[in-house]
């Protein structure tokens, strides 16, 4: 299709999206590549975007980082789930911990003996049989290289951005600094030829990452490729983000409390804490916004409400003639399960796997956006399932969420789940079995049925065998150390 081979490699825009893929594509395959990053001090990064999941480990792994020193640079914290609040119903609390409840078998998943175990009166709660869930919810953590335990990151996003980019130019990718002013395509098929920068100077490449941000100045302002709006399901379109400093230990879990137009986030980190309203403009002006998010931070602020608007969807194509957008310039789903940072990871890595050296071709580019497609949609299910589920009554924004159309996929996973407690992680999905379980019976969905091999083990067994899971958990908990001392001992950064 190009009939050029790739080897100038320009990325557009110095985000966690623009610095991610330049310090992955440097590390894995630098000496191919000649990779300069552009971004402009004055335009500035989006700022949020602070709570990871367990991916980013992985990616971390990718890079060769060493944990402790990339938790210091970033002032991290340890992430072991999110703490729901106030979803179901006002009052209502429930953890989606990165952990794996119980011990699941090839005929079915554990929550079946639980709910076998329930029905004959003796179960637990379903988190009494999660390791990462009792931590979370004792506030303890510890890892080391033995351990098997499940968690991600709360970093701070500029310090993030700064990390990377030390790591990116010291593996010889070059930095240019300054505004983007037009983009040159090639008169016979529209291809990205070169960016054009305010001082005049021209960065000609062969392969261009968009990373511009909700801006897409080359995927959509350029190549205009288009976007499908999912705000009918989503309805939150504005976020107003604040920092504040700590009150106390650091909790190794975000706080995502529902309101009565969205939801609120809370996210410690070692120096301070990342707070965020996020809500609907249609059901509540940004003025009461900003009165609601002042009333309920707790530290003092340490920088003032920011608002940010987004549009929740994707780009119809994520990979258009010679360029790849990547991070907010890809689309947005809203940040409630922390899942952008991850399809940043996975965009960069699907790049590296499928990377066009001999020229770009509309099979390769098919494929990429096949795959990016079907992720992000599970995702969108995923997020939906915490709107549609809620049994809230209190305000119109509520009502609509309650009462929306929803995904012919989600509604056959709801009425999977609600008939027979079947649940299911779909090839290439990101949430698995455990995220839709903690979350659907979080949220106050009871199965009416379920599979009844519980009834296969002798009576008493199945008893024992819950109450030594349990009991195990709990003693394995109770010998961790505090979240915040472990931190201290592991990556103390300094606090301010
Ligand atoms: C309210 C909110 C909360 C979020 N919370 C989370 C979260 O908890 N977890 C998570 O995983 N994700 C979260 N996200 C998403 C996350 O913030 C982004 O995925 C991530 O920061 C990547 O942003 P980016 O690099 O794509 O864009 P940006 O940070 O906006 O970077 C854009 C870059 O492009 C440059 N640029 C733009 N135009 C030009 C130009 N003309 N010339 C030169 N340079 C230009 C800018 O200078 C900047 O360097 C959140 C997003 C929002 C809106």
Known sequence: MSGQSVKRVVVAGGGTAGWMAAAALSKQLGPLLDIVVVESDDIGTVGVGESTIPTARTFNALLGIDEAEFMRATQSTFKLGISFENWGQIGDRYIHSFGQVGKSTWMGGFHHFWLQARAEGFAGDLGDYCFELQAAKAERFFTDENAAINYAYHLDATLYGQFLRKMSEAAGVRRQEGKITSVRQRSQDGFIEALVMESGEVIEGDLFIDCTGFRGLLIEQTLKAG????????????????????????????????????????????????????????????????????????????????????????????????????????????????????????????????????????????????????????????????????????????????????????????????????????????????????????????????????????????????????????????????????????CPSART
Not at 345 to 370: H, S
């Open 227 to 490: 976007f499908e709006d999912w705000s009918h399901w989503l309805p939150t379109n504005s976020a107003l983000a604040v920092q504040t400093r700590s009150t106390g230990p650091a909790l190794p879990y975000t706080r995502a409390s529902a309101h009565r137009a969205g939801w609120q986030w809370k996210i410690p980190l070692q120096h301070r804490v990342g707070n965020g309203l996020v809500y609907s403009n249609a059901h509540m002006s940004d003025d009461e916004a900003h009165t609601l998010l002042l009333e309920q931070i707790e530290g003092e602020p340490l920088t003032e409400p920011r608002l940010l608007r987004y549009r929740t969807g994707r780009r119809r194509k994520t990979w258009d003639k010679n360029c790849i957008a990547l991070g907010l310039a890809s689309g947005f789903v809203e940040p409630l399960e922390s899942t952008s940072i991850h399809m940043i990871m996975i965009g960069v890595t699907r790049l590296m796997q499928l990377f066009p050296f001999d020229g770009v071709n509309e099979a390769v580019i098919a494929r990429y956006n096949r795959l990016a497609e079907d992720e992000l949609e599970k995702i969108r299910d995923f997020i939906i399932l915490h709107y549609t589920l809620t049994q809230r009554a209190d305000s119109p924004f509520w009502d609509d969420c309650r009462t929306m159309d929803i995904p012919d996929s989600l509604v056959h996973r709801i009425a999977l789940f609600r008939d027979n407690a079947q649940v299911f992680q779909a090839p290439g999905e990101l949430f698995q079995v455990d995220s839709w379980l903690q979350v659907m019976l979080g949220q106050g969905l009871e199965p009416q049925g379920f599979h009844h091999m519980g009834r296969m083990i002798p009576p008493g067994q199945l008893r024992r065998a819950l109450d030594d899971l349990k009991g195990n958990i709990a003693q394995a908990v109770e010998r961790m150390p505090h979240h915040q001392d472990f931190l201290d001992r592991y």
